[in-house]
């Protein structure tokens, strides 16, 4: 399979640059959007619609998201990151020129399309061409990038509506989709294949995309667009459960699936996979329901409701990026099971929050969360990825990627369920009511619940302290060589 050239370390740099710069693109087009969509419904009209320019987004990447990064095994990183920017280039292309609202959530799916390539094959390409101990950083790198995209992005959209056009918000992406390509291009370089290509399995794919597409639909749209027990609500999580029990059952009998589930029977791999899907979980449900905390319950504006919650982004890539130092002395599980108990300790903490709550006090424990979440769940992806051969490491991240976005659909839809039951609709979208405090409370204290489910997913790691302190050794053998070597040249 493709082997990345030895000779590559010296473009790191440049390799790991075109990669933020294509999670960039990712990151600010799932926010950008937000603060534009009225003004979008305003020219094209169809304002009923506007839900799907985030729904079809977010379903499009996360279904993709498991394929490309098993079609990264087989066909080569390179390929499949050049195939992302290029589809999310063709998608910025007609949503700036969207002459309908058809036209531009069918451009919104070829961005989630293209996204889906982006995030999995990025972060398996830093997992190539970095070693362990630098893996905690260059992730942090990559979550930097969604932290201050988190914040940049619904500004941008506002600037771009108001002042020039809301076309602006996808046309923008052109000139950064070429310029990273071009750097992949010049700086990224593997291998030919070693051996025959292993088959694809194209009927696998169709139904792990229909199942996944239709459950995914199903979680987002339930409760909102028809009722939970309605009966097209049951048909479509009927016919997800069928087309995925149909995909589980081919992939044990066909010699090359296209997603070796037995992958998640390793210890590592199934357990830092259920801690992508709480992480998702709990990230989502904060990242909804705080900003309307702080203003249906606080009375605060969105500005300062968001600045709120960007601390939860802030505190995120500061641990991350800090993570390396820990797991190479203690392990990765120890490190994951500290992250754990401090985002039980920030989402416990939001059980306190009441109607007289300070902003401050707010941000102060979105910013908890946010180091608990660097320290658990980037250290249990390198653990994963670092168990997985180079023919795998894709499909792990994947998969990895997919059961976060599979936990963010799931969050927002039991919270939902919770919001819902205890308030009323305004006329601008959002909850408002008496009971909106105790929807909150609930809502906060699902989160908690899931916290402790983190940390029991954490602590279910196999334990690596041994082998922390092998590759400690190893390291520390490895930075003395050179330093030895030059002794005799010196003398």
Same mark, same amino acid.
């Given at each position: 399979?493709?082997?990345?050239?030895?000779?590559?370390?010296?473009?790191?740099?440049?390799?790991?640059?075109?990669?933020?710069?294509?999670?960039?693109?990712?990151?600010?087009?799932?926010?950008?959007?937000?603060?534009?969509?009225?003004?979008?419904?305003?020219?094209?009209?169809?304002?009923?619609?506007?839900?799907?320019?985030?729904?079809?987004?977010?379903?499009?990447?996360?279904?993709?998201?498991?394929?490309?990064?098993?079609?990264?095994?087989?066909?080569?990183?390179?390929?499949?990151?050049?195939?992302?920017?290029?589809?999310?280039?063709?998608?910025?292309?007609?949503?700036?020129?969207?002459?309908?609202?058809?036209?531009?959530?069918?451009?919104?799916?070829?961005?989630?399309?293209?996204?889906?390539?982006?995030?999995?094959?990025?972060?398996?390409? !830093?997992?190539?061409?970095?070693?362990?101990?630098?893996?905690?950083?260059?992730?942090?790198?990559?979550?930097?990038?969604?932290?201050?995209?988190?914040?940049?992005?619904?500004?941008?959209?506002?600037?771009?509506?108001?002042?020039?056009?809301?076309?602006?918000?996808?046309?923008?992406?052109?000139?950064?989709?070429?310029?990273?390509?071009?750097?992949?291009?010049?700086?990224?370089?593997?291998?030919?294949?070693?051996?025959?290509?292993?088959?694809?399995?194209?009927?696998?794919?169709?139904?792990?995309?229909?199942?996944?597409?239709?459950?995914?639909?199903?979680?987002?749209?339930?409760?909102?667009?028809?009722?939970?027990?309605?009966?097209?609500?049951?048909?479509?999580?009927?016919?997800?459960?069928?087309?995925?029990?149909?995909?589980?059952?081919?992939?044990?009998?066909?010699?090359?699936?296209?997603?070796?589930?037995?992958?998640?029977?390793?210890?590592?791999?199934?357990?830092?996979?259920?801690?992508?899907?709480?992480?998702?979980?709990?990230?989502?449900?904060?990242?909804?329901?705080?900003?309307?905390?702080?203003?249906?319950?606080?009375?605060?504006?969105?500005?300062?409701?968001?600045?709120?919650?960007?601390?939860?982004?802030?505190?995120?890539?500061?641990?991350?990026?800090?993570?390396?130092?820990?797991?190479?002395?203690?392990?990765?599980?120890?490190?994951?099971?500290?992250?754990?108990?401090?985002?039980?300790?920030?989402?416990?903490?939001?059980?306190?929050?009441?109607?007289?709550?300070?902003?401050?006090?707010?941000?102060?424990?979105?910013?908890?969360?946010?180091?608990?979440?660097?320290? !658990?769940?980037?250290?249990?992806?390198?653990?994963?990825?670092?168990?997985?051969?180079?023919?795998?490491?894709?499909?792990?991240?994947?998969?990895?990627?997919?059961?976060?976005?599979?936990?963010?659909?799931?969050?927002?839809?039991?919270?939902?369920?919770?919001?819902?039951?205890?308030?009323?609709?305004?006329?601008?979208?959002?909850?408002?009511?008496?009971?909106?405090?105790?929807?909150?409370?609930?809502?906060?204290?699902?989160?908690?619940?899931?916290?402790?489910?983190?940390?029991?997913?954490?602590?279910?790691?196999?334990?690596?302290?041994?082998?922390?302190?092998?590759?400690?050794?190893?390291?520390?053998?490895?930075?003395?060589?050179?330093?030895?070597?030059?002794?005799?040249?010196?003398?």
């Amino acid at each position: 399979m493709n082997r990345v050239d030895v000779g590559l370390r010296s473009e790191r740099g440049p390799i790991l640059l075109s990669l933020m710069l294509a999670t960039a693109l990712v990151a600010l087009d799932a926010t950008i959007i937000a603060t534009a969509s009225a003004v979008i419904a305003r020219d094209l009209g169809g304002f009923e619609q506007v839900p799907w320019l985030f729904s079809t987004y977010l379903l499009a990447q996360a279904v993709s998201t498991p394929l490309y990064g098993r079609l990264a095994d087989i066909l080569g990183r390179k390929r499949l990151m050049l195939v992302g920017v290029g589809l999310f280039f063709v998608g910025s292309v007609l949503c700036g020129a969207a002459w309908s609202m058809g036209a531009l959530i069918a451009g919104r799916v070829l961005q989630g399309l293209g996204a889906g390539a982006v995030m999995p094959v990025s972060m398996t390409i !830093t997992s190539d061409i970095y070693t362990i101990e630098e893996r905690a950083r260059t992730q942090g790198y990559l979550a930097s990038v969604w932290a201050v995209s988190s914040v940049v992005g619904p500004t941008l959209g506002g600037v771009f509506s108001e002042f020039l056009s809301w076309r602006w918000i996808f046309f923008v992406n052109v000139p950064l989709c070429v310029l990273a390509a071009w750097m992949l291009v010049r700086s990224y370089h593997e291998s030919p294949l070693d051996g025959e290509r292993e088959p694809i399995d194209y009927l696998g794919a169709a139904l792990l995309a229909g199942g996944s597409t239709l459950l995914l639909l199903g979680l987002l749209e339930g409760g909102s667009t028809w009722a939970w027990d309605s009966p097209a609500s049951l048909g479509i999580f009927g016919a997800a459960a069928l087309l995925l029990a149909t995909f589980l059952a081919r992939s044990r009998r066909t010699s090359h699936p296209l997603l070796d589930v037995t992958i998640l029977r390793r210890r590592v791999v199934g357990a830092s996979t259920a801690v992508s899907l709480l992480v998702g979980v709990i990230v989502l449900g904060l990242s909804t329901y705080v900003p309307i905390y702080a203003q249906g319950v606080l009375g605060w504006g969105p500005l300062v409701a968001g600045f709120a919650l960007a601390a939860l982004t802030l505190g995120w890539p500061l641990s991350a990026s800090n993570a390396g130092h820990l797991y190479l002395r203690i392990g990765f599980r120890l490190t994951a099971v500290i992250g754990s108990v401090v985002v039980l300790t920030g989402t416990s903490l939001a059980l306190l929050l009441d109607a007289g709550s300070p902003i401050g006090g707010v941000a102060a424990l979105c910013f908890v969360v946010g180091v608990g979440m660097g320290l !658990t769940a980037v250290p249990t992806l390198i653990a994963a990825q670092s168990s997985a051969r180079f023919t795998e490491r894709g499909a792990v991240t994947g998969t990895n990627m997919f059961a976060r976005s599979l936990g963010s659909a799931v969050g927002v839809a039991v919270c939902g369920a919770i919001v819902n039951a205890h308030t009323t609709i305004a006329a601008d979208g959002t909850p408002e009511g008496p009971g909106l405090m105790t929807a909150m409370r609930l809502v906060f204290l699902v989160l908690a619940a899931c916290a402790a489910v983190l940390l029991v997913s954490a602590a279910l790691m196999p334990a690596d302290r041994t082998q922390a302190r092998e590759r400690r050794a190893a390291l520390a053998t490895e930075h003395a060589r050179p330093a030895d070597a030059a002794e005799p040249q010196e003398a």
